[in-house]
Structure formats: C-alpha cells, structure tokens
C-alpha cells in the first residue's frame, strides 16, 4: 500500500520564477492538504482540495494556488517566487468524513524541499 | 482563532531517561481532535496519535503514553526508556471537525544521546 508520494523531492528556482510541485495521495483517500513549513517552525496550512475544488484557504497570497485531478492527485504551483517562498512543501492526504463526521487522519508525504535564490 | 504552543523548544535527553513533551492549545469549538506527529531528520511527518475532545483517557502505546487534559487544554507525550532513534522534531496539532486541517505548534526537538 504506497503512502503518500510527492516530485520532486528538491528545487532550486530563482526570485521571479514560477513551480510546481506535484503530490499522489495515500491509496483510498480522495482529500489533498498542502502545507508550508519554514525552516524551524511548525508546518502552515495553505489549501484542501476535494472533489476537484479548493474548499479551505490558509493566509496565503494568490500566488499559490493549485489543482485536484479526477485520480485525487494535486498540483500546487506558485508564481512569482520570493525569497521567502523558501521552505519545505508538504503534502497530506486523508479520507473526507463529511463535516459532521469529525476530521480523519492526515498522512504526509516526505515534502518537496524548495530553494529560491 | 486555534492555537497551539510547545513551549519547550529543545530537549536533550540521556538514552533510558524518560521524557515528556508539553503541549497547550487553544479552541473556541467544543469538538475538537488532537495529534502528535514526529518529524525524523528526513523530514516526512509520521502520525503517532489522534484523541478526539470527547475522550479524555489517557493512551499508552508501547513506550509512549499521552495525557490529554481538557481542564487545562494541554495534551502531553511522554516517552518511557528513551532510544537514540527517538531523536527528532515533536509536532502537536489540533484539527476542527469536517475539514480535517491542522494547526501546528512550532515543535519540539528531542535529541537522546547515547
């Protein structure tokens, strides 16, 4: 049973460009989360897809957005890369419960590790 | 708004000495699911455990127990007998029903040395 995979595993990009990262989630689950964590901090929320559509946003610019395919798998590209944008970029995949089901585990991929110069 | 907060930054532990890793939260919604993660150097987060508001026994794993207090929002890890392999990043996150999005501390890293 593949858990939750993520390409590449490294990036190095310069100020100005544009990425996409790409995540395959944990065999049986249909709901894609992304989330930045910045070197010696906890990892923050970005965006959830389900069902082809971003349902939950974090506090980030539109400069991040993404995609959900009909397979589950997720997309997330970032435009105009700053400096800041310098983080590892982790993908986790759980099974939707429906919102009176109380919230399902999420498991995480080994992350895409981004550089921007 | 939630909020979690690992005050101890970084611990540094003996082999076989016992350990124990704070976490307080805070929460407007009555339900609500806790989790610990531990992210080894390698940097994928591993689960290690999920309470839901509503539970609030006290789980023991093998060598890892947690204490879950509503009374204080605090949901603490405990690791009995501490091995070199539990060195790495502890993560608490605290999760509201139906979306299943995470808030996290900012962790805290154990080294165990031998």
């Known amino acids: 049973d593949a858990g939750v995979t993520q390409s590449p595993t490294h990036l190095i990009k310069t100020r100005g460009q544009q990425v996409t990262l790409r995540c395959s989630p944990k065999?049986?689950?249909?709901?894609v989360s992304w989330y930045q964590q910045a070197l010696g901090q906890g990892p923050q929320f970005i965006f959830q897809?389900?069902?082809?559509?971003?349902?939950q946003r974090g506090n980030f610019p539109d400069r991040f957005s993404g995609h959900q395919f009909p397979n589950y798998s997720s997309e997330l590209n970032v435009n105009a890369l700053l400096l800041g944008d310098s983080a590892l970029y982790l993908c986790?995949?759980?099974?939707?419960?429906?919102?009176?089901?109380?919230?399902?585990?999420?498991?995480f991929g080994p992350g895409t590790r981004l550089t921007v110069l | 708004a939630q909020k979690v907060t690992q005050a101890q930054t970084e611990i540094s532990v003996v082999e076989k000495e016992d350990v124990t890793l704070d976490c307080v939260y805070e929460?407007?919604?009555?339900?609500?699911?806790l989790f610990w993660y531990k992210q080894p150097p390698s940097g994928e987060l591993v689960f290690l455990i999920r309470?839901?508001?509503?539970?609030?026994q006290n789980e023991i794993s093998g060598r890892y127990s947690w204490n879950f207090q509503k009374s204080t929002s605090s949901f603490n890890f405990t690791i009995t007998a501490s091995q070199v392999v539990d060195s790495a990043v502890y993560f608490c996150?605290?999760?509201?029903?139906?979306?299943?999005?995470?808030?996290f501390g900012k962790g805290t890293m154990l080294l165990v040395s031998p």
């Open positions: 996150a605290l999760s509201e029903p139906g979306y299943s999005t995470l808030t």
């Open positions: 309470r839901n508001s509503f539970d609030e």
């Open positions: 897809y389900y069902e082809e559509e971003e349902r």
């Open positions: 065999s049986g689950h249909d709901t």
């Open positions: 986790a995949s759980s099974y939707e419960v429906g919102l009176a089901g109380g919230a399902d585990t999420q498991y």
């Open positions: 929460t407007r919604d009555t339900t609500y699911y």
